[in-house]
């Protein structure tokens, strides 16, 4: 509870879309701009909490980062978004 408030101090922006699981998974990420990310892809892709650790431990955002075609980083988000476990 204490990370969700240092995290999140200003409640209104927490999204009702998301277990309190997935914020647990999305506290261990250090870097804002990760987090923000995998909140947003979390929320528009309706990851399970599963999936979202899953994404995490595959580096999907520094993955889309380092790659400098918009189109690849499309293709990247297509394929994950495509794939249910």
């Not at 947003?40 to 892709?45: A, V």
Request: overall charge neutral; hydrophobic content about 40%.
């Amino acid at each position: 509870m204490r990370l969700l408030y240092l995290n999140y101090p200003i409640c209104q922006s927490l999204s009702g879309k998301l277990s309190y699981s997935h914020y647990c998974e999305l506290f261990l990420i250090t870097d804002i701009s990760a987090r923000s990310f995998y909140e947003q892809e979390s929320i528009n892709s309706n990851w399970s909490v599963g999936e979202l650790k899953r994404q995490i431990e595959t580096s999907l955002f520094e993955r889309l980062i380092l790659s400098n075609e918009d189109l690849n980083k499309q293709k990247v988000l297509i394929y994950f978004v495509s794939m249910k476990f």
